[in-house]
DNA sequence: TGGGTACATTTTGCATACAAGAAATTTACA
DNA sequence: TGTAAATTTCTTGTATGCAAAATGTACCCA
């Protein structure tokens, strides 16, 4: 197997989480992770500790890594900030948007094919990465840094609470909001956001079943790179 | 000395980085801050880890650690994702603001006596950390944690791009911040706070003295806890 | 049968050992 | 004396070893 440093575990754990191959609150074994790819122990010590300051997993001294398991208010504390976040960024649209556009139109196509084929994992992924890919073409890379971590905490969340929101309804979302960009209607285009996000997090049943004690073992093999 | 996690490593050297006792380009050797922190480099290489993640160092492989230098261009991303979300957090602002308010004018107080008795190291670590306070205050957790970052990474800029914006001049935007947020005009603190980033952002001379390539070695013993 | 104690097993926390690459220094030679 | 090759030293990258804590299991006794 191709060389594998902390950093590309830390990768692949994260898209394995977007992914819902990882539910949140599952345990994340060291050694587990260790004969998984491959390598030491102290590699993947190193990569958790990433993930743990970039806030995807938790650890219990002496007990365990766990994936993070967003309480309610942490939800609606990710929630408000990704509103914040991408109002802002909506806000300060410019006019020479026909790249952005057009790689934005790119991406929804994606979404569109995987929709009709592909699995739950990958059409989380790509619902996901359309904030993070607007963020990142629209100029702000640290912002979409931070929706990268945001937006998986969001999708987490929606898999905790069962959210039923469906993946059409977002990905036209989406849609709309490029054609609101594409007219310069940047007012609308921020108001069609914050209104898509609204949803999303209402999908979140609000009184949710008290999240199962996650007895889900078996760290599933499925940490391979993400298949697109 | 009591029990060193590599959470608490990162954190000092966070502060050391914020009270620029760490310059931006500075290399951080794995063994002398583990004798610094009289543990394994193991230790230090997870913090060092985390730190990499928030984006506070840099690694080049085989070759070491640093601290980051942000590139002008990075300065501005950095400046330009503040004002999303700061101007996004007071546009947000409600009404009982009593306590908020309260704090931040507590900060204000400290921010003063720092001005009037020490070190540039703590003026800088205080004129930042009122930014993070006012996130945190009000209730933007999330955002608190990102703009402890980004604040960290503009006062690194404003260091390395040799910054003269005064601290009395900052100080004095804090607490016409907090004024308009009494008077209940959260517009009036959005366009202060706007114009407060803007001036810290013009202080820096847009043409640097090429970033001297850190021959700074040395690596002060000053990684102590910050003492305020 | 139920409960508690002792023992075994597993897992994390941390240090250390060792290999490999980069930089610094010395040596060799023109 | 200056430059290039060779060697030494330093530093990072990774694995492994060991101790301590937590968990699971067997056993004993009432």
Redesign the pocket.
């Not at 060389?3 to 902390?6: K, N």
């Not at 994340?28 to 992770?33: F, N, T």
């Not at 650890?59 to 890594?65: F, I, L, T, Y």
């Given at each position: 197997m191709t060389?594998?440093?902390?950093t590309t575990i830390a990768e692949r754990v994260v898209e394995a989480i977007l992914a819902q191959k990882l539910s949140p609150g599952e345990?994340?074994?060291?050694?587990?992770?260790?004969d998984n790819f491959?390598?030491?122990?102290?590699?993947?010590?190193?990569a958790?500790m990433q993930l743990q300051a970039r806030g995807f997993v938790q650890?219990?001294?002496?007990?365990?890594?766990y994936v993070v398991q967003p309480s309610a208010e942490e939800a609606r504390d990710a929630f408000a900030a990704r509103r914040i976040i991408e109002a802002g960024i909506l806000e300060t649209a410019g006019r020479p948007m026909q790249q952005v556009i057009r790689q934005l139109r790119l991406h929804i196509d994606e979404e569109q094919r995987a929709i009709q084929g592909a699995d739950a994992a990958t059409r989380a992924f790509l619902l996901a990465d359309f904030h993070v890919c607007l963020a990142e073409n629209m100029g702000h890379r640290l912002l979409a840094d931070t929706l990268r971590d945001l937006t998986a905490r969001t999708t987490l969340a929606a898999t905790l609470y069962q959210s039923d929101h469906s993946a059409e309804q977002s990905c036209a979302d989406h849609a709309s909001i490029v054609e609101a960009l594409e007219r310069g209607d940047a007012e609308q285009a921020r108001a069609l956001m914050l209104a898509h996000i609204g949803n999303v997090e209402e999908a979140l049943e609000t009184t949710p079943p008290p999240p199962e004690t996650a007895p889900g073992e078996r760290l599933r093999a499925t940490l391979s790179p993400v298949q697109r």
């Open positions: 060389a594998v440093s902390p345990r994340l074994g060291e050694q587990a992770l260790a491959s390598v030491s122990r102290t590699l993947v010590r190193e958790l650890v219990q001294p002496r007990r365990g890594w």
